[in-house]
């Protein structure tokens, strides 16, 4: 796996759900992550399947150091 890393926004559909704030690091195979949400049952659910995201990762030789799932601040 190559290090780096990137962003993106994702908007969701249902609309309701809002959009996903996606930043992502790789550094030495070991990946950081942190994910802004507009909808707290999206952050619930990511937060809920956060071992089928490391099983994923493991697939492809990293690992998922850090996870951080955060509801966006609203003005």
């Known amino acids: 796996a190559q290090d780096g ?11 309701y759900l809002g959009e996903l ?3 992502v690091t790789v550094d030495q195979g070991v990946v950081t992550a942190r994910l802004e949400t507009d909808a707290p049952a999206v952050r619930r659910w990511i937060e809920r399947h956060e071992l ?9 030789g990293l690992t998922l ?11």
């Open 5 to 15: 890393g990137g962003e993106a926004r994702i908007r969701l559909r249902p609309e």
């Open 21 to 23: 704030s996606v930043r």
């Open 52 to 60: 089928s995201l490391r099983d994923a990762l493991g697939e492809h």
């Open 65 to 75: 150091g850090d996870l951080i799932v955060a509801d966006r601040d609203r003005p």
